[in-house]
């Protein structure tokens, strides 16, 4: 199939498509809000919020039996795009598995939440996307654009916050699935939900391992899930959950640059306590968390070279409190306030294979190497949003934000809502983000130092959003970004050294649309185009995805086409851009009430590809396999 090159060519296909869908939109039904918690913390309908979400429930999560959440987040949230290496894993310490929105992300400017708590690694700052598993999640909400007031550091570029699965009625529910299939591929999974009056409980497994597509690309994984809930009173609820995550996985090297014998061993794991209320005025939650990990790495050699003789190794940590409550305060109003305080750190060594003797990697601010190293941030916010009149919302928010070794940043925002009618809304913001210096940019390798300050950004948008009479919704806005003291690594006295020099300015256009046209149809699309004054590798120019869902008695069918356009693989005087075509499809059939046999297929036209530089994308692939839910 012919790769679409023409921005003004997608656009005007997504607008003509939500044009049609609107016109064969029935007006039988009473329109429906989102409600979401990843832009105010508490439930909030999303119309009274002036930022950007994206929301992509179970039903959507689950329509394809992908494994992963990201495959599908990523289609459906315009400006987000997911770099990959293929099949099952998304890549650690190879620069594949960053995610990006419009533009801006990388290794730590987006952050990646489980229930409200930030997961991302202690030393390195970046995401581990190879843990984000559909069996654990409800749904997802994407908040495109800076969330750092709430949120704070790493939240620079937005977050993607993963709500984990409920249980609201007494009973007992468990799922289990099994499929297989290209390059001896393998994903299982099982899920048990369970409430008994006050008590609420969640387990979910699952396996998964692959041959990959290429030589020496094997990956294997298991996870753990339980989540416990108790209710004391209808007001008031405990909470614990534990998430842990364990990989095997080689890294092949680029087609031009292979590697021999690159393997990662890694553990993540995830816990947490919480004491949630929820009165009418009122609503708030106190939650204390862990994140941690240990990565055991053979950085691998080229072919002809020689073994390593020692293999690297970490452990890192995140620990934090925090709190927050939210009270209407009068009539039209909704206040937030919250505290914030986390540490993170840990320990990088090599260690010797035989010898078992250990080299550590980080140092102190003088330059001494040290076993340890670690930092706190502490903050507090406020967020006041109220309603002028019955058409305009206003919002406004600081944070005070306290880094350890870099010091304050406060983090202002604001936005107004407009509810032009009972179906419409305006929406204006202006939103401010930041990302502190990591462990490893103060205390790690040769261009590290303490002498840095956070990277920050400004983000303008607009936004219109249509609702069509219940059955679906349009939407479209535009944003103007503005970055700088971004950090980049230069040459001082001969010597790499990590500085504040980079800037970026990045705008854009992004456009939504859902439709259900009748009981058996539905549509969605979206579309962004993005503009940057300075090029960013893993970031698309332009991203179009159009897919349908039929159903009809036991029968289930959806596709997926999703172009992307002007992906810079590399920048500079030799950038190297692709543009490629996806057609995704899959079918199921219910055999009997309790089990469900389907077939799926990634990437049918075979197109070839790739994400990140030197790692071709598998070309068609096809797994099988059956749903039992009972």
């Given at each position: 199939m012919r790769t679409f090159r023409n921005t003004k060519t997608m656009s005007l296909a997504l607008v003509l498509l939500l044009s049609g869908a609107s016109l064969h939109a029935q007006t039988d039904s009473i329109a429906l809000h989102d409600v979401v918690v990843t832009g105010t913390r508490n439930a909030t309908d999303i119309r009274h919020i002036p930022m950007t979400v994206t929301v992509v429930g179970r039903e959507k999560l689950t329509e394809q039996n992908q494994p992963s959440v990201l495959p599908t987040v990523t289609a459906l949230t315009p400006g987000l795009f997911t770099t990959s290496r293929g099949i099952l894993g998304y890549g650690v310490n190879t620069g594949a598995g960053t995610l990006k929105i419009r533009g801006v992300g990388g290794g730590a400017q987006l952050l990646v939440l489980i229930d409200g708590q930030p997961q991302y690694a202690g030393l390195m700052g970046h995401p581990i996307p190879d843990v984000y598993q559909t069996m654990m999640t409800e749904k997802v909400e994407v908040l495109r654009g800076p969330a750092s007031l709430l949120y704070g550091s790493n939240a620079m570029a937005g977050v993607l916050n993963i709500v984990t699965r409920q249980m609201n009625e007494d009973g007992v529910k468990t799922d289990v699935q099994v499929q297989g299939g290209s390059y001896g591929s393998l994903?299982?999974?099982?899920?048990?939900?369970?409430?008994?009056?006050?008590?609420?409980?969640?387990?979910?497994?699952?396996?998964?391992?692959?041959?990959?597509?290429?030589?020496?690309?094997?990956?294997?994984?298991?996870?753990?899930?339980?989540?416990?809930?108790?209710?004391?009173?209808?007001?008031?609820?405990?909470?614990?959950?534990?998430?842990?995550?364990?990989?095997?996985?080689?890294?092949?090297?680029?087609?031009?640059?292979?590697?021999?014998?690159?393997?990662?061993?890694?553990?993540?794991?995830?816990?947490?306590?919480?004491?949630?209320?929820?009165?009418?005025?009122?609503?708030?939650?106190?939650?204390?968390?862990?994140?941690?990990?240990?990565?055991?790495?053979?950085?691998?050699?080229?072919?002809?070279?020689?073994?390593?003789?020692?293999?690297?190794?970490?452990?890192?940590?995140?620990?934090?409190?925090?709190?927050?409550?939210?009270?209407?305060?009068?009539?039209?109003?909704?206040?937030?306030?919250?505290?914030?305080?986390?540490?993170?750190?840990?320990?990088?060594?090599?260690?010797?294979?035989?010898?078992?003797?250990?080299?550590?990697?980080?140092?102190?601010?003088?330059?001494?190497?040290?076993?340890?190293?670690?930092?706190?941030?502490?903050?507090?916010?406020?967020?006041?949003?109220?309603?002028?009149?019955?058409?305009?919302?206003?919002?406004?928010?600081?944070?005070?934000?306290?880094?350890?070794?870099?010091?304050?940043?406060?983090?202002?925002?604001?936005?107004?809502?407009?509810?032009?009618?009972?179906?419409?809304?305006?929406?204006?913001?202006?939103?401010?983000?930041?990302?502190?210096?990591?462990?490893?940019?103060?205390?790690?390798?040769?261009?590290?130092?303490?002498?840095?300050?956070?990277?920050?950004?400004?983000?303008y948008e607009l936004s219109f959003t249509q609702r069509i009479n219940g059955r679906g919704h349009v939407g479209a806005n535009i944003f103007y970004i503005k970055g700088d003291n971004l950090i980049t690594q230069t040459r001082i006295n001969e010597r790499p050294r990590n500085v504040n020099a980079g800037e970026f300015e990045n705008w854009g256009l992004e456009l939504t649309g859902d439709c259900r046209i009748n009981s058996h149809w539905n549509l969605d699309a979206n579309y962004s185009f993005l503009h940057m004054d300075t090029p960013i590798e893993g970031a698309p120019e332009g991203k179009l995805y159009v897919g349908a869902n039929y159903h009809n008695g036991k029968w289930t069918a959806s596709a997926g086409l999703q172009n992307v356009s002007g992906l810079y693989l590399t920048t500079g005087d030799d950038a190297e851009k692709e543009n490629y075509t996806l057609l995704n499809a899959a079918v199921s059939y219910q055999v009997v009430p309790i089990a469900t046999l389907f077939v799926r297929g990634e990437n049918i036209l075979a197109e070839r590809y790739q994400t990140y530089a030197g790692y071709p994308m598998p070309k068609a692939t096809f797994m099988g396999g059956v749903k039992i839910s009972f």
């Amino acid at each position: 199939m012919r790769t679409f090159r023409n921005t003004k060519t997608m656009s005007l296909a997504l607008v003509l498509l939500l044009s049609g869908a609107s016109l064969h939109a029935q007006t039988d039904s009473i329109a429906l809000h989102d409600v979401v918690v990843t832009g105010t913390r508490n439930a909030t309908d999303i119309r009274h919020i002036p930022m950007t979400v994206t929301v992509v429930g179970r039903e959507k999560l689950t329509e394809q039996n992908q494994p992963s959440v990201l495959p599908t987040v990523t289609a459906l949230t315009p400006g987000l795009f997911t770099t990959s290496r293929g099949i099952l894993g998304y890549g650690v310490n190879t620069g594949a598995g960053t995610l990006k929105i419009r533009g801006v992300g990388g290794g730590a400017q987006l952050l990646v939440l489980i229930d409200g708590q930030p997961q991302y690694a202690g030393l390195m700052g970046h995401p581990i996307p190879d843990v984000y598993q559909t069996m654990m999640t409800e749904k997802v909400e994407v908040l495109r654009g800076p969330a750092s007031l709430l949120y704070g550091s790493n939240a620079m570029a937005g977050v993607l916050n993963i709500v984990t699965r409920q249980m609201n009625e007494d009973g007992v529910k468990t799922d289990v699935q099994v499929q297989g299939g290209s390059y001896g591929s393998l994903q299982t999974s099982a899920t048990n939900r369970l409430k008994l009056g006050k008590f609420s409980s969640i387990v979910g497994v699952q396996y998964q391992r692959t041959d990959g597509h290429r030589q020496n690309s094997e990956f294997e994984q298991l996870d753990g899930f339980v989540k416990l809930g108790y209710e004391f009173t209808p007001h008031w609820k405990a909470q614990g959950d534990l998430d842990i995550s364990h990989f095997n996985t080689s890294n092949p090297g680029s087609v031009n640059s292979p590697i021999l014998d690159n393997d990662f061993k890694i553990t993540r794991g995830l816990a947490s306590v919480s004491l949630n209320n929820n009165y009418d005025r009122t609503s708030g939650s106190l939650r204390a968390y862990l994140d941690w990990g240990h990565h055991n790495i053979d950085d691998g050699y080229s072919p002809g070279g020689t073994p390593r003789v020692a293999l690297y190794k970490h452990n890192d940590y995140i620990g934090g409190l925090t709190w927050y409550q939210s009270a209407r305060l009068f009539e039209g109003n909704r206040t937030t306030v919250g505290i914030d305080w986390q540490h993170f750190g840990g320990s990088a060594w090599n260690e010797n294979r035989e010898t078992g003797e250990k080299t550590y990697l980080t140092k102190d601010k003088d330059g001494n190497v040290v076993e340890k190293q670690h930092a706190d941030e502490v903050a507090g916010y406020v967020d006041f949003r109220q309603d002028i009149t019955s058409w305009v919302t206003i919002d406004a928010g600081l944070r005070i934000d306290h880094h350890s070794v870099i010091g304050t940043e406060l983090v202002p925002q604001g936005g107004l809502s407009f509810h032009l009618n009972e179906s419409a809304d305006l929406k204006a913001l202006v939103s401010k983000g930041f990302r502190n210096p990591i462990i490893r940019e103060m205390y790690m390798f040769p261009p590290a130092t303490t002498d840095l300050k956070p990277e920050r950004m400004m983000n303008y948008e607009l936004s219109f959003t249509q609702r069509i009479n219940g059955r679906g919704h349009v939407g479209a806005n535009i944003f103007y970004i503005k970055g700088d003291n971004l950090i980049t690594q230069t040459r001082i006295n001969e010597r790499p050294r990590n500085v504040n020099a980079g800037e970026f300015e990045n705008w854009g256009l992004e456009l939504t649309g859902d439709c259900r046209i009748n009981s058996h149809w539905n549509l969605d699309a979206n579309y962004s185009f993005l503009h940057m004054d300075t090029p960013i590798e893993g970031a698309p120019e332009g991203k179009l995805y159009v897919g349908a869902n039929y159903h009809n008695g036991k029968w289930t069918a959806s596709a997926g086409l999703q172009n992307v356009s002007g992906l810079y693989l590399t920048t500079g005087d030799d950038a190297e851009k692709e543009n490629y075509t996806l057609l995704n499809a899959a079918v199921s059939y219910q055999v009997v009430p309790i089990a469900t046999l389907f077939v799926r297929g990634e990437n049918i036209l075979a197109e070839r590809y790739q994400t990140y530089a030197g790692y071709p994308m598998p070309k068609a692939t096809f797994m099988g396999g059956v749903k039992i839910s009972f």
